[in-house]
């Protein structure tokens, strides 16, 4: 029958070795076979019987992220898997976390891999780093695997994932400008990290905020909160291990706990209004180091649950303001369920929002 299949058999001491042909990549393992000669054979032609033993299967979580799904988005990223060691260099993890004590191996294979690794970086590194070393120009790397956390009398594993980024934005093509083309900046990474949350359907409970990591360049680092929870990192490495690893340009490193940051939010039901939405813009200046994420916050504070979304469709520095402010041009969208919302409603929702904005970031209105 596997013959027939256009599959080759070759008889071994255990039974059959049988090779499927190329087109049939959807036979990997032995369950394969069992279900091609239920399929050809029949159902009805197998006699039933009762199990050994009772089959127990887990529930799996709604909430536990699918591991396909999420290597599927860093894929389309243009991001490519790495599998490391999950026992690296001891010096150059002392070096990135000089805080987190790691678990020496008894019996390591050789001196530069002897410690247990506390992140998925050390091994990342260390690959984009030899990439660097062959001259290739975009590197993106990312990994799912298990981290060993030194705890209290044991060590903890936890599950992470991270990737890196260096070199050019795009790939090289006649479509694109060169100028277009360029570094990879920390941005870049943030917008391939949000992709990730966006697909956990709560992308609102997310936020960052400037931190300081001993591994990561001072000013371009930032911890990703999930409700207030730490979750994870992200920012540029520091130039002094940029240096020390000899790279061309500087990477750029995520990292967050698989289960915490991406666990996902069952899509629920929520009502649509029938009433047509207000739409006003403002453009506020405000001080240089004001994060979008507090004008955001601060925004919503100051607003009724009128206020639908917080849009920001515009950032300007240059001629006409003063040296360290920005402008940003947020679009509000206002809307009601129960009825339509007049121009009083909305200029109320308008002058609290601007009110709370002076008082609490000293913003001003650009007219």
């Known amino acids: ?43 009805n032609a197998i006699a039933e019987r009762e199990g050994d033993a009772a089959h127990h299967f887990p529930d799996v979580p709604r909430a536990r992220p699918p591991e396909a799904a999420v290597l599927e988005v860093m894929s389309a990223r243009g991001y490519h898997e790495a599998i490391t060691y999950a026992f690296v260099d001891p010096q150059l993890q002392q070096r990135l976390f000089p805080e987190r004590p790691g ?48 705890g209290v009398g044991a060590a903890l594993e936890v599950d992470m994932l991270a990737g890196i980024a260096c070199g050019e934005r795009l790939p090289e093509q006649w479509g694109v400008p060169r100028h277009e083309r360029a570094r990879v900046d920390f ?31 001072p000013g371009r680092a930032a911890r990703l909160l999930r409700q207030a929870r730490p979750v994870g990192w992200l920012g540029e490495l520091h130039p002094e291990i940029v240096r020390e690893l000899d790279f061309t340009y500087p990477p750029f490193s995520s990292s967050s706990r698989f289960y915490d940051a991406l666990r996902v939010d069952p899509a629920g039901y929520s009502e649509v209004s029938r009433f047509p939405m207000v739409r006003r813009d403002l453009a506020i200046v405000i001080d240089e180091n004001v994060s979008l994420s507090a004008l955001r916050e601060r925004v ?20 006409g303001l003063e040296t360290g402010t920005k402008s940003i041009a947020l679009g509000l969208i206002f809307q009601d369920f129960s009825r339509t919302l007049t121009d009083e409603d909305v200029d109320q929702n308008v002058a609290s929002i601007v009110a709370g904005l002076r008082v609490s970031l000293n913003a001003k209105i650009r007219e």
């Open 1 to 43: 029958m596997f013959a027939a299949l256009q599959m080759k058999v070759r008889a071994i001491p255990t039974g059959w070795e049988v090779t499927p042909p190329p087109h049939r990549f959807d036979i990997t393992i032995e369950a394969d076979l069992i279900e091609e000669v239920a399929r050809m054979v029949g159902f």
């Open 103 to 150: 678990l020496t191996l008894g019996n390591p294979i050789s001196s530069d891999l002897s410690v247990m690794r506390v992140s998925l970086w050390p091994g990342l590194l260390r690959a984009a780093a030899e990439n660097d070393r062959r001259q290739q120009e975009r590197i993106r790397l990312f990994e799912h695997g298990v981290c060993f956390v030194v």
């Open 187 to 217: 941005f870049d990474v943030k917008a391939d990290l949000e992709s990730l949350l966006a697909a956990t359907g709560a992308p609102d409970v997310f936020s960052f905020e400037a931190a300081q990591l001993s591994c990561l360049h």
């Open 300 to 319: 919503t504070l100051s607003s009724s649950s009128l206020l639908r979304q917080c849009r920001v469709f515009d950032v300007y520095r240059g001629p």
